[in-house]
């Protein structure tokens, strides 16, 4: 049996075999989930829709939150002819083409929205060729991106669009959408009488990673299982979709049509905690499961320096220095023969000696600046360029701890409500166990100036 035999043509002239994300796309601002910061009601995005406003726009958030959806319902909003086109697949030609047609249909006092599907994929001779109509308004341009614009959008064009960031959809939200995919006999799944526990709509939802497409295509998945049931499922009954079921079709999601997506973020945790934890074993193992799934070198560079820094620091200050250059080698090398780069620095940060102390004290100073009000910098700190800044007595009383013995001054350098507060506390660990006994020797030093301190 088949998900779609006996099932009409699909609304909005979509083919019965279409996918189920296609189908049950939301058709207006009513339907759409998530994006309340944009589009609830009285929201900035909102009011410009409907005031017919909205002008040309970068949507800016990870796949499946409905940047092509929020197009397609802003083109239907406005009355505006919709033009779809991927960055992946067209150049300047196709572009020029589209600007065209566009600056023809102005004439007539239609409008175009022109569609641009992964933006950042274009260079930027082709973002060029978008500027002049934007800036004339023969079309509204919205494009949508999953890279930061201010990276990736040429500035003369991100100056005249907005950035509208969508974020994640909730799990409750996929959830609430799934079940609502299953009931509705239109576009979804309800012609064919699947049940479901909440709890499998769950699993699915919580794998999504908020990607409602990939929730989608999940559910699709457990549907077939549903429909033809294997006989090493225990299932509840025919056409019923349980936690068990729902766990096979996850899984068979991940093998069949995301290999870089397979528990993304519980791997990058695995192997941070590993080399935290100083398992040089589990680290690699670790690392070559990401690469095995397609990860972005760069991205676990990236990750791999970040572990230098907050997890062995000063106890080893030569390993942030060691990691950025497996980054370099592996940028000049590239895959597969950078990847021992990054293994030979998992490796020694494993075995390195650990100090989270630098991370802790700036995380304890950053606190601090958060729930005290902000202390002007003492007089004796402050420069003093001018003539005008010296009769107010900046400067006064600094000393320079060149000429003091030991290299040190009697001189407090925190705001006086700080004074004495001790954020830094070196561990006995590698090369911060120097670092200690620095400190203490610099705490003698005062002590031996100040002797009432």
Same mark, same amino acid.
């Given at each position: 049996?088949?998900?779609?035999?006996?099932?009409?043509?699909?609304?909005?002239?979509?083919? /019965?075999?279409?996918?189920?994300?296609?189908?049950?796309?939301?058709?207006?601002?009513?339907?759409? &989930? !998530?994006?309340?910061?944009?589009?609830?009601?009285?929201?900035?995005?909102?009011?410009?829709?409907?005031?017919?406003?909205?002008? &040309?726009?970068? %949507?800016? !958030?990870?796949?499946?939150v409905?940047?092509t959806?929020?197009a397609?319902?802003?083109?239907?909003?406005?009355? +505006?002819?919709?033009?779809?086109? &991927?960055?992946?697949?067209?150049?300047?030609?196709?572009?020029?083409?589209?600007?065209?047609?566009?600056?023809?249909?102005?004439?007539?006092?239609?409008?175009?929205?022109?569609?641009?599907?992964?933006?950042?994929?274009? =260079?930027?001779a082709?973002?060029?060729?978008?500027?002049? @109509?934007?800036?004339?308004?023969t079309?509204?341009?919205?494009? #949508?991106?999953?890279?930061?614009?201010s990276?990736?959008?040429?500035?003369?064009?991100?100056?005249?669009?907005?950035?509208?960031?969508?974020?994640?959809l909730?799990?409750?939200?996929?959830a #609430? %959408?799934?079940?609502?995919?299953?009931?509705? /006999?239109?576009?979804?799944? *309800?012609?064919?009488?699947?049940?479901?526990?909440?709890?499998?709509?769950?699993?699915?939802?919580?794998? &999504?990673?908020?990607?409602?497409? =990939?929730? @989608?295509?999940?559910?699709?998945?457990?549907?077939?299982?549903?429909?033809?049931?294997?006989?090493?499922?225990?299932?509840?009954?025919?056409?019923?979709?349980?936690?068990?079921?729902?766990g096979? +079709?996850?899984?068979?999601?991940?093998?069949?049509?995301?290999?870089?997506?397979?528990?993304?973020? =519980?791997?990058?945790?695995?192997?941070?905690?590993?080399?935290?934890?100083?398992?040089?074993?589990?680290?690699?193992?670790?690392? +070559?499961?990401?690469?095995?799934?397609?990860?972005?070198?760069?991205?676990?560079?990236?990750?791999?320096?970040?572990?230098?820094?907050?997890?062995?620091?000063?106890?080893?200050?030569?390993?942030?220095?060691?990691?950025?250059?497996?980054?370099q080698?592996?940028?000049?090398?590239?895959?597969?023969e950078?990847?021992? #780069?990054?293994?030979?620095?998992?490796?020694?940060?494993? $075995?390195?000696?650990?100090?989270?102390?630098?991370?802790?004290?700036?995380?304890?100073?950053?606190?601090?600046?958060?729930?005290?009000?902000?202390?002007?910098?003492? $007089?004796?700190?402050? =420069?003093?360029?001018?003539? $005008?800044?010296?009769?107010?007595?900046?400067?006064? *009383?600094?000393?320079?701890?060149?000429?003091?013995? *030991?290299?040190?001054?009697?001189?407090?350098?925190?705001?006086?409500?700080?004074? *004495?507060?001790?954020?830094?506390?070196?561990?006995?660990? !590698?090369?911060?166990?120097?670092?200690?006994?620095?400190?203490?020797?610099?705490?003698?030093?005062?002590?031996?100036?100040?002797?009432?301190?």
């Amino acid at each position: 049996m088949s998900l779609f035999d006996g099932e009409p043509e699909g609304p909005q002239g979509l083919p /019965r075999t279409a996918p189920l994300a296609e189908r049950m796309r939301p058709r207006s601002l009513e339907e759409l &989930s !998530g994006q309340e910061h944009l589009v609830g009601p009285g929201k900035p995005l909102r009011v410009q829709i409907e005031h017919d406003d909205s002008g &040309s726009m970068i %949507l800016w !958030g990870p796949p499946g939150v409905g940047k092509t959806t929020l197009a397609k319902i802003i083109a239907e909003t406005t009355k +505006a002819s919709f033009i779809e086109f &991927s960055a992946v697949t067209s150049g300047i030609k196709e572009i020029k083409q589209v600007m065209v047609a566009a600056a023809q249909a102005s004439e007539m006092h239609s409008r175009t929205i022109l569609f641009v599907d992964e933006i950042h994929r274009f =260079n930027k001779a082709q973002q060029d060729a978008f500027l002049p @109509y934007v800036e004339r308004g023969t079309i509204r341009l919205i494009g #949508a991106t999953t890279e930061n614009p201010s990276f990736e959008i040429i500035s003369a064009l991100l100056s005249r669009c907005r950035v509208y960031v969508l974020e994640p959809l909730t799990e409750k939200q996929i959830a #609430a %959408l799934l079940r609502r995919a299953l009931e509705d /006999r239109e576009r979804g799944l *309800g012609a064919l009488g699947l049940t479901a526990d909440d709890d499998a709509l769950e699993l699915i939802a919580s794998y &999504s990673s908020g990607d409602c497409r =990939n929730a @989608y295509n999940t559910l699709e998945v457990a549907a077939q299982l549903a429909l033809e049931p294997s006989q090493d499922l225990d299932q509840v009954s025919a056409k019923h979709i349980d936690k068990t079921l729902a766990g096979v +079709a996850v899984q068979q999601r991940v093998l069949l049509y995301d290999k870089s997506g397979e528990e993304h973020y =519980n791997l990058i945790s695995a192997l941070h905690k590993s080399v935290r934890n100083s398992d040089p074993d589990a680290a690699l193992y670790w690392l +070559a499961r990401m690469f095995a799934a397609g990860e972005d070198p760069l991205y676990l560079a990236r990750r791999v320096v970040r572990m230098a820094v907050e997890d062995i620091g000063l106890a080893a200050p030569e390993a942030l220095n060691l990691c950025l250059s497996a980054k370099q080698a592996m940028e000049f090398l590239g895959s597969p023969e950078g990847d021992l #780069a990054l293994a030979e620095a998992v490796v020694y940060l494993s $075995l390195a000696p650990k100090s989270n102390s630098v991370y802790t004290a700036y995380g304890a100073v950053q606190q601090e600046i958060e729930h005290t009000r902000q202390e002007p910098v003492p $007089l004796h700190l402050r =420069n003093a360029p001018t003539r $005008l800044m010296k009769e107010l007595d900046y400067g006064k *009383g600094y000393l320079y701890a060149h000429d003091e013995e *030991g290299r040190v001054a009697d001189m407090d350098c925190l705001p006086d409500s700080l004074r *004495g507060h001790s954020y830094y506390q070196p561990t006995q660990e !590698g090369r911060e166990k120097l670092l200690a006994q620095r400190m203490e020797e610099i705490r003698r030093i005062r002590a031996a100036k100040h002797p009432t301190g």
